[in-house]
Every structure is written in C-alpha cells, then in structure tokens.
Nanobody
C-alpha cells in the first residue's frame, strides 16, 4: 500500500512564503511524476506544478515565477516552495504522484490548507 503524507501548510500574510512537503511511502518500485494540485472553495481542483523523475517541470501560469517544485528521489519526496503568496493562492493543496507498483497508479495525499490573509 502506498501513502502520500503532506506537511507545511498554514496561515501566511500576503507576500510571505511557505514550503510544502509530500513524502511517499510503501511498496514503491519507482515514482514517475509528482505534483501539486489545489482546490479553492467553490472551484475545481487545478494543477499547480508537476515534476517528472527526470526533473522536467511544468507550472500553472498563475504561479510561474513565484512557486518552485523540486523532488528528492532518494527520499521519495516532493517539495513546493511558494513565495510572494497572494490571497488568491488560498486553497487546499493536494500532493499527487504517479507510482509504479508493478503497474502505474495515481495516488493523492490528504490535503493541506494554505491560507493567505492579512
């Protein structure tokens, strides 16, 4: 069984920074991609950033230049460094991973709340 455990959410003032972490554990052969999605109240879940096992990244236009995704393959962990946070970044952030456990399946974390407010 595979689990994704997130940490690092919280309350921050506009212009501040937060760093999210997500660690995958369980019977993992390899991790293909890891990423972050977010869902604000009344809105659909949207992609924030994604990173492949080769290090290629993709970002939502709304976070380009402010957020940075990275991963530590040895620790099966992905990070999201969020700088210059805005109130519109307020959402529940979910970790996502495509993991090879003999077949490739998609897993989700439980979500962590990020609130940007003064």
């Amino acid at each position: 069984q595979v689990q994704l455990v997130e940490s690092g959410g919280g309350l921050v003032q506009p212009g501040g920074s937060l760093r999210l972490s997500c660690a995958a554990s369980g019977s993992i052969f390899s991790i293909v991609t890891m990423g972050w999605y977010r869902q604000a109240p009344g809105k659909e879940r949207e992609l924030v950033a994604i990173i492949t096992n080769g290090g290629s990244t993709n970002y939502a236009d709304s976070v380009k230049g402010r957020f940075t995704i990275s991963r530590d393959n040895a620790k099966n962990t992905v990070y999201l460094q969020m700088n210059s946070l805005k109130p519109e970044d307020t959402a529940v952030y979910y970790c996502n991973a495509a993991i090879n456990i003999r077949t490739i399946l998609t897993y989700w974390g439980q979500g962590t709340q990020v609130t940007v407010s003064s």
